[in-house]
């Protein structure tokens, strides 16, 4: 059989990403994740260049998934939160990586890809402005919309970093009843933020 190279990436990939969701960047394994894709060690540093930069690649991926995936309608935001919410319940492992970024590398990581994040964030942004602050100027609209989805990031992402305690603190039996009962919540209080007048 010849040797397929993207088919071996993207075995590499997938491993890589299940490997360090769960253990981090210190805790990730190049031997367990060469082991998990059918690959060797070798291939790893060929294609990727190392533990670090293929988590880096990783986290770029996944980021560029969810942004690929997912638009803000500036005029349905809190259907907007609900689709958002569930595809962060479908993909938990975006937040897993993001905290391990911010608690395993210098400065949370970001690095070359700073750039690119700020701008795939600016767009969204900017999709925002008009419909959240139409009377303020702009710099003072793109401002509100820069805290409007920082929040409403926030509310979502909470649900998946600590899905124990979201349990525990509503006193649901199982994590799917609690993250079902805080989509509901997270979806109104996107509603009230979406709506809610802003002081000039």
């Not at 997938?14 to 060797?40: P, Q, S, Y």
């Not at 809190?78 to 608690?103: K, N, T, Y």
């Not at 900017?126 to 990031?153: K, N, W, Y």
Request: aromatic fraction near 8%.
């Amino acid at each position: 059989m010849a040797y397929d190279a993207e088919d071996t990436k993207r075995r590499i990939f997938a491993a890589a990403t299940a490997e360090f969701a769960e253990h981090g960047l210190a805790g990730a394994r190049v031997d367990r994740i060469a082991a998990a894709a059918k690959a060797n060690k070798q291939a790893i540093y060929l294609y990727y260049g190392g533990k670090e930069k293929l988590f880096a690649a990783v986290l770029r991926a996944k980021l560029e998934e969810v942004h690929v995936a997912i638009s803000i309608d500036p005029d349905a935001v809190a259907d907007s939160v609900g689709q958002i919410f569930d595809w962060h319940q479908q993909h938990p492992e975006l937040i897993r990586l993001l905290l391990w970024e911010a608690l395993e590398t210098r400065d949370g990581g970001l690095g070359a890809s700073e750039t690119e994040r700020r701008v795939a964030f600016r767009e969204k942004v900017c999709g925002l402005a008009d419909s959240v602050a139409p009377h303020l100027p702009e710099q003072e609209r793109v401002r509100a919309a820069q805290d409007l989805l920082f929040t409403i990031m926030g509310l979502i992402s909470w649900n998946f970093a600590v899905p124990g305690m979201c349990r525990m603190m509503l006193g649901e039996e199982s994590d799917q009843a609690a993250l079902a009962r805080r989509r509901e919540a997270v979806i109104a209080a996107a509603r009230r933020l979406a709506t809610a007048p802003v002081a000039p």
